[in-house]
């Protein structure tokens, strides 16, 4: 992003030319320079007195595309608003680790409800919910007893419970045989 005229409110992507931290495209661009103002203003053929000066024999594969930017960087960096173009030379990547160290006097209530939580959802999930209902009518010559149960798991397991409840409560009501039923 290059500001023009220097002012911080028209910042813009802006292309310069050729690329400046490569030492021959940055010879390149001198060199085509000097042989523009040496040869007034002629510039096919400064530029190749420049690509031969700086390339030799040993000519690049993409020079057309190395002399389009090399024309790009003459006709803008001397609008530029700048003496000077600022390039990175070169760059190393730092790796480093930032450790925070805090103090909160809070946490013990959170690690605390985060236990609890934990302990209910092991009560939910792992115990079986079961339910069991007495009705006591008043008949004629007595009294009705009505059990009934219900159980969200194993529900073989709790027929033998409820079963033994039954035989428990006949025990120990002393009902008739007539009277006890699954």
Same mark, same amino acid.
């Given at each position: 992003?290059?500001?023009?005229?220097?002012?911080? %409110?028209?910042? #813009?992507?802006?292309?310069?030319? &050729?690329? @400046?931290?490569? =030492?021959?495209?940055?010879? !390149?661009?001198?060199?085509?320079?000097?042989?523009?103002?040496?040869?007034?203003?002629?510039?096919?053929?400064?530029?190749?007195?420049?690509?031969?000066?700086?390339?030799?024999?040993?000519?690049?594969?993409?020079?057309?595309?190395?002399?389009? %930017?090399?024309? #790009?960087?003459?006709?803008?960096? &001397?609008? @530029?608003?700048? =003496?000077?173009?600022?390039? !990175?030379?070169?760059?190393?990547?730092?790796?480093?680790?930032?450790?925070?160290?805090?103090?909160?006097?809070?946490?013990?209530?959170?690690?605390?409800?985060?236990?609890?939580?934990?302990?209910?959802?092991?009560?939910?999930?792992?115990?079986?919910?079961?339910?069991?209902?007495?009705?006591?009518?008043?008949?004629?010559?007595?009294?009705?007893?009505?059990?009934?149960?219900?159980?969200?798991?194993?529900?073989?397991?709790?027929?033998?419970?409820?079963?033994?409840?039954?035989?428990?409560?006949?025990?120990?009501?002393?009902?008739?045989?007539?009277?006890?039923?699954?």
């Amino acid at each position: 992003m290059v500001s023009l005229t220097g002012d911080n %409110r028209d910042f #813009q992507s802006f292309f310069l030319g &050729p690329d @400046l931290t490569n =030492p021959k495209e940055w010879e !390149l661009f001198h060199v085509f320079g000097e042989g523009v103002r040496a040869t007034d203003g002629d510039g096919i053929e400064a530029f190749k007195a420049a690509i031969n000066s700086v390339y030799g024999d040993q000519m690049p594969d993409d020079f057309q595309d190395l002399g389009g %930017r090399t024309l #790009q960087g003459m006709k803008m960096l &001397p609008t @530029l608003p700048w =003496p000077f173009v600022p390039v !990175l030379d070169d760059y190393e990547q730092v790796y480093y680790t930032g450790l925070q160290l805090a103090r909160d006097p809070g946490m013990n209530v959170v690690w605390s409800g985060s236990a609890l939580l934990t302990f209910g959802l092991c009560i939910m999930l792992y115990v079986s919910h079961r339910k069991v209902w007495l009705v006591i009518e008043a008949q004629d010559r007595g009294m009705r007893i009505r059990v009934a149960g219900l159980a969200n798991r194993n529900p073989m397991a709790f027929d033998g419970e409820f079963n033994d409840l039954l035989r428990e409560l006949n025990d120990n009501l002393g009902l008739s045989p007539q009277g006890v039923s699954a």
